[in-house]
């Protein structure tokens, strides 16, 4: 095996693939403590939905422009400002809070899942599971195509 300076690697002996056997060991969890994890998993979602930070509350924290000025921009350009950028930051959370949410989720069905035996996931959850991957997927792209184009028109101004 060679690595990335072209020079032989010498692997350990109880290596066996890319991982060793003590390494494998290590990851081994018990059931217990994976059903202790799912708990709380559980516990952080369910306060996650009953707090403030619940993607649907946070969404509905919402100011209009005329909150701040009643003139045109061109009166208080400051105030137009200030409320686009609090437009802009608003959705910016309410997307991570929504990841967020999502992320608690999936993680407490690949818990399950690791615990269980994924093959004995019910069908409902698998869906459920890739489900999210692509909603994450999703959100995560419009937040990074936002970035790129708030960074590109930033550098040209």
Known sequence: ???ET???VVLPSDMVG???ATRAA???ASGEALGKFVGQ???VLSALEGSAGN???VSAQTIRAASL????ESEFPEAHGLYKQYTRVHQELTTLSKI???QIEATGIAVSGARNGFEKLEEEQRQRFWAIQTEIGKLQSKTDDKQHATGSTKMKA
């Open 18 to 20: 890319s991982v060793s």
């Open 41 to 43: 998993v559980d516990e």
């Open 26 to 28: 290590n990851l081994e």
């Open 6 to 8: 072209g020079r032989s």
């Open 100 to 102: 967020l949410h999502l």
């Open 55 to 57: 993607p649907a509350k």
């Open 69 to 72: 000025t009643s003139g045109g």
């Open 1 to 3: 095996m060679y690595g």
